[in-house]
């Protein structure tokens, strides 16, 4: 086995672009630096265009993930501005605890989707390797210089139609650059977790790390 085998191994999972050019300095990102970059947009920058190809980075992160059970039981199905992410669109909803402000604003629309199905019928073993995936994914937008949101509240019948999946979805994940200020707020045990806007900043309250711990 080539010395280097895992460290390749780890760029492959977690992608910098490929392996760094000699005497290059640039820093793998840390899982924290990654974990704090992970927000949920729900704007996205218009000139920034996903590719097919960069969904496939994405979704190829579920070869290495854990699986409950080890049933695999989700599959992907990839969505670009060119292949219906306007009919996407139309079958999502956003900020749901900001039903005033209709988001995402015009002009701010994501147009790359990730539609999550599943060949099993839902159950907590295929909630939990879909929350294992969906979030895996996401930090692997993170790690390519882009963003994401999961989208549950989407019209399943019409998604299902549209693009005549075999397996029923279970939840959308939009990838695009983010074009929005987010900011996360410590509060205390108890305290409102709805997130909101101010001053064109998100606000999305987390109840602090020395109160998680019981």
């Known amino acids: 086995m080539a010395d280097n085998y895992l460290e390749k191994r780890y760029e492959e999972v977690f992608g910098n672009g490929g392996a760094q050019k000699k005497g290059s300095h640039r820093p793998t990102p840390s ?28 979704v190829r992160v579920n070869y290495y993930i854990p699986s409950a059970r080890n049933q695999q039981a989700l599959r992907f199905r990839l969505v ?9 669109l139309k079958n999502i909803r956003l900020g ?9 604003f015009e002009g701010t ?14 159950s907590r073993y295929v909630d939990m390797d879909a929350g294992i995936s969906m979030q ?22 019409a998604l299902t139609e549209a693009f005549a999946l075999p397996y029923p979805p279970i939840a959308v ?25 101010e001053d064109g900043t998100h606000f999305v309250p987390k109840v602090s790390p020395e109160e998680l711990i019981i």
């Open 31 to 58: 899982i924290d630096n990654l974990l704090a970059k992970n927000r949920s947009h729900r704007g996205y920058e218009k000139s920034r265009v996903v590719t097919r190809e960069e969904l496939e980075r994405i």
């Open 96 to 104: 749901g605890a900001l039903p005033e402000l209709h988001l995402p």
């Open 80 to 88: 670009t501005r060119d292949t219906g992410a306007d009919i996407v």
């Open 173 to 197: 994940v939009a990838i695009g650059k983010g074009a929005e200020r987010i900011q996360l707020v410590p509060i205390h045990e108890g305290e409102s977790q709805t997130y909101y806007r």
């Open 109 to 122: 629309e994501p147009e790359a989707f990730i539609i999550v199905c599943s060949k099993e019928p839902e």
């Open 136 to 157: 895996s994914m996401l930090l692997k937008a993170v790690s390519m210089g882009l963003n994401g949101i999961i989208i549950c509240a989407f019209n399943r019948e």
